[in-house]
């Protein structure tokens, strides 16, 4: 496996662990070991064609889309590109209306006149093409604009937040509601990023690329516990879960984790877009045809619908950290111990972050970890 004195450790080949790699090797032209216990690469964002041929992102749909023109720029090398903006409906009082909650949801929800009023009002209170938080809007004084937010709330996100993380919306930062803000606009897209687009050929292929360099050994099926002394004394950028790395001695971080029910039908277009949400109160959260992300739309279509489950460590995956005080406390307790470590150890990533990373945060930390930490540290 390499040279043990020299050289670097990634444990992890997800998109914080690739992008890490692949700066390291180019930068310090010194040999990069990747590890991963999984015995595949690309982390979450793995996709593989399943028995019917059809491709599919084996944890849960994967949409790409960063206002980061470093981040677009460098996975670019890896990667040619489809545009895609996804668009999202939910089902409500028997209606699909799209998400985020808009002027097309209000038209479709409310009679023509109120319709008017409401976005009238969300208008001259916000501004146009405002994105307002849906737990900032439910502060309004305004009496039109405090029933909107009470029926948005109850319709949208009460049930879907309490089924996606088990407890209401209230008791988590409200930054996680905050990333589907009620939009004071006509945009039917689900993000606003200026760079929206699928990998052309996948994720898995991004990742082979990423990881093809003569400087870099990827090592599947690995843990990092398995590993000799030797390797494990290399410096070492490390992506799993925080608490984990410790071995839970300050306790489990609350993680959520999530099954997939796969269905193939015989032909695209089961859907109108690419996901349908439900915020109700069936166990699903959502259901996404995979052709509309990845492009796949000839012969059999797959549809992945999301069930949110407790984690349950040792038995199912640690997909979501639960960004709240309690998780958020102790994070900072396994934190200042991780930080300790630092010129020899460096965590980073959804997991050793304990952070709500999209991919193209996950990048972007790898891409600053290894500029802006690890190289000034290495002379
Ligand atoms: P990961 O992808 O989790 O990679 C960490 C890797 O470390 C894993 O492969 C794991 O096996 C490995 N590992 C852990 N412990 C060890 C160990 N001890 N030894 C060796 N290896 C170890 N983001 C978006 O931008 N758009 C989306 O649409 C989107 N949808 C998502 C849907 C779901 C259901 C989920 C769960 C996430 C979604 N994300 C999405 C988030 C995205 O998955 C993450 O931002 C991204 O995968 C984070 O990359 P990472 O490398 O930090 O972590
Ligand atoms: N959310 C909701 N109803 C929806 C969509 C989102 O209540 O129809 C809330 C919910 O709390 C969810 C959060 O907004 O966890 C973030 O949604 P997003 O689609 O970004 O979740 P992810 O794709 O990360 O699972």
């Known amino acids: 496996m390499g040279n043990a004195r020299k050289g670097w450790l990634v444990a992890g080949a997800g998109f914080t662990g690739a992008t890490a790699a692949r700066r390291l090797a180019e930068a310090t032209g010194e040999p990069v070991l990747v590890i991963d216990k999984r015995d595949h690469i690309g982390g979450n964002a793995f996709d593989a064609p399943n028995a019917d041929g059809v491709s599919v992102h084996r944890y849960g749909p994967h949409i790409f889309h960063t206002n980061s ?5 460098f996975l670019s090398r890896f990667t040619a590109w489809r545009p895609y903006e996804h668009r999202v409906q939910a089902e409500i ?19 023509a006149a109120q319709a008017a009023r409401l976005i009238a009002r969300l208008t001259e209170r916000y501004g146009a093409e405002a994105r307002v938080p849906i737990l900032k809007l439910r502060q309004s004084e305004d009496g039109d604009l405090k029933a909107l937010a009470a029926f948005i709330y109850d319709k949208v996100f009460a049930g879907y937040t309490l089924k996606q993380w088990g407890m209401p919306a209230e008791a988590l930062s409200p930054s996680v509601t905050a990333r589907v803000p009620v939009i004071v606009s006509r945009d039917e897209r689900y993000f606003a990023d200026r760079h929206q687009a699928m990998p052309a050929e996948g994720y898995a292929a991004l990742f082979a690329r990423m990881l093809d360099h003569p400087l870099i ?16 004394a290399r410096r070492t950028v490390y992506t799993g879960p925080l608490d984990a790395y410790f071995g839970h001695d300050e306790g489990h971080l609350p993680y959520r984790s999530m099954a997939f029910a796969e269905e193939t039908r015989p032909a695209f277009g089961v859907q109108p877009c690419g996901t349908i949400n439900f915020p109700d109160d069936r166990p699903a959260t959502r259901t996404t045809e995979q052709g509309w992300l990845t492009g796949e739309t000839a012969g059999r279509s797959v549809l992945v619908t999301e069930y949110p489950q407790a984690h349950v460590p040792g038995v199912n995956e640690p997909f979501y950290p639960v960004p709240g005080e309690a998780g958020d406390a102790l994070a900072r307790r ?27 945060q996950a990048a972007a930390r790898a891409l600053t970890l290894v500029a802006k930490e690890i190289l000034p540290q290495a002379g």
């Not at 023109?69 to 720029?73: E, Q």
């Not at 460096?346 to 991919?359: K, P």
């Open 69 to 73: 023109d470093a981040v677009f720029g």
């Open 93 to 111: 009082d028997g209606r699909l209306v799209p998400l985020p909650f808009g002027f097309a949801a209000i038209e479709a929800l409310f009679p």
């Open 217 to 232: 050994e990827v090592a599947l099926s690995t843990p990092l516990e398995s590993l000799p002394p030797e390797l494990r």
């Open 334 to 360: 396994y934190r200042a111990r991780a930080e300790a470590l630092n010129g020899r150890v460096w965590f980073a990533g959804r997991l050793a972050d304990y952070q709500y990373y999209n991919m193209d």
